[in-house]
Structures are given as C-alpha cells and as structure tokens.
C-alpha cells in the first residue's frame, strides 16, 4: 500500500517561507504524478501544485502560481513544495497525493498522506 509522509509544517508570519516534504514508499515513485493539496477550516480540499511523472511538467493553482514551486526527487522518493510570500490566506492543512500515471491536474488522486498544518500569522 502506498505510503506518504509529509513534514515541514508550522507557523510563519506573513510574506515568509516554508518548504513542504513528502516522502513516498511501496510505489514504484517515477511512474506516478505527485501532487499537493490544501484544506482550510470550513471548506474544502483544493488543488495547490502538482508534478508528472513523465517529463517533470509542474502546474499550479493561480492563487499560488509565482510564490510556490513543486519538485520531485526521483531517486529519493520525495517531492517538495516550496512556499514563499506567504498569506495569512494560505493557511491550511496541506496532503500530499500520489496518482499512478494518467491525467496530472485533476482532483482524482488515490493515495494521500495524513497532511501537515501550515498556519499564517498576519
């Protein structure tokens, strides 16, 4: 069964910075699209980042886009979000997610991780 654990969570002021990690294991990691959601108290989860499995292709939701960067590292079974200039508005539990292939930005991933709070003070 595919495992994620994601760490690198806390509390940050705003217009700071975080980096996210997640680590992958019982998957074959280079063959899956691997990406990031968010959940903030009262709503629900939404498309953060994600990177594909086949050639490194990254898309980003535009509430993020320009402040957050996605990576993978293939030989460590990791990806890392990188968040910088970041808003109290940004403030979320944030899941790491694994899809086998196929279509990259989209909601249908199957496998997540337990998520890892993120908390912006202004």
């Known amino acids: 069964q595919v495992q994620l654990v994601e760490s690198g969570g806390g509390l940050v002021q705003a217009g700071g910075s975080l980096r996210l990690s997640c680590a992958a294991s019982?998957?074959?990691?280079?063959?899956?699209?691997m990406a990031w959601f968010r959940q903030a108290p009262g709503k629900e989860r939404e498309f953060v980042a994600a990177?594909?499995?086949?050639?490194?292709?990254?898309y980003y939701a535009d509430s993020v886009k320009g402040r957050f960067t996605i990576s993978r590292d293939n030989a460590k079974n990791t990806i890392a979000l990188q968040m910088n200039s970041l808003k109290p508005e940004d403030t979320a539990v944030y899941y790491c997610?694994?899809?086998?292939?196929?279509?990259?930005?989209?909601?249908?991933?199957?496998?997540w991780g337990q998520g890892t709070q993120v908390t912006v003070s202004s």
């Open positions: 990177i594909s499995w086949s050639d490194g292709t990254t």
């Open positions: 019982e998957l074959t990691f280079s063959s899956y699209n």
């Open positions: 997610a694994a899809k086998f292939k196929g279509v990259v930005k989209t909601t249908n991933y199957r496998n």
